[in-house]
Nanobody, 127 residues
């Protein structure tokens, strides 16, 4: 059974950094679109970054461009999100998500287009 498990969240001050990890089991992260989403209280879940794990093409939300980096380690079957220069508005629960094997990343990054999800990890940034 495929499982995604996020880790690495925590509390940091503005300007700090965190690296989130998403360990996959039961299925490879290779050759599919993988993504990070986040959801703040009272707001909809929004896409943060995507990567097509064969070829490495990436997409970032404008709000995180230049600060966040999505990457993969196929040998560890793990997806990462390096978050630098964190801001209070980055506070949210961060989720890892996956599309089916060979499915590329959609032009519009919507939670509806991802079928597998992790349980989420809390990121809190204080000013």
């Amino acid at each position: 059974q495929r499982q995604l498990v996020e880790s690495g969240g925590g509390s940091v001050q503005a300007g700090g950094s965190l690296r989130l990890s998403c360990a996959a089991s039961g299925a490879t992260i290779s050759s599919r679109c993988m993504a990070w989403f986040r959801q703040a209280p009272g707001l909809e879940r929004e896409g943060v970054a995507t990567i097509y794990t064969s070829g490495g093409s990436t997409w970032y939300a404008d709000s995180v461009k230049g600060r966040f980096t999505i990457s993969q380690d196929n040998a560890k079957n793990t997806l990462y999100l390096q978050m630098n220069s964190l801001k209070p508005e980055d506070t949210a629960i961060y989720y890892c998500a996956a599309r089916p094997l060979w499915a590329r990343c959609p032009d519009t990054v919507s939670p509806l287009t991802f079928g597998a999800w992790g349980q989420g990890t809390q990121v809190t940034v204080s000013s």
